[in-house]
């Protein structure tokens, strides 16, 4: 089963939350051809003073 892992900043809606996982494994399982049902998504919400772009934290 293929597994999917997205990492973001916190603040996404329950519901915004549903709409992406729904839509990523849309679009995984047209373009690779499997099944939705065989794909799983994981979103892990990562505090902003955890990420770093360009070497200076967001948080």
């Known amino acids: 089963m293929p597994l999917i892992q997205i990492s973001q900043t916190p603040g996404l809606t329950s519901e ?3 709409e ?3 839509a990523v494994t849309r ?3 047209e ?3 499997k ?3 065989s794909v799983w ?3 892990t919400e990562v505090p902003r003073e ?3 772009v360009g ?3 967001l948080g």
């Open 16 to 18: 915004k939350k549903a």
């Open 20 to 22: 992406v996982i729904a």
């Open 27 to 29: 679009a995984y399982a």
């Open 31 to 33: 373009a690779a051809g």
């Open 35 to 37: 099944s939705e049902s």
């Open 41 to 43: 998504v994981t979103l």
């Open 50 to 52: 955890n990420w770093g």
């Open 55 to 57: 070497g200076t934290p």
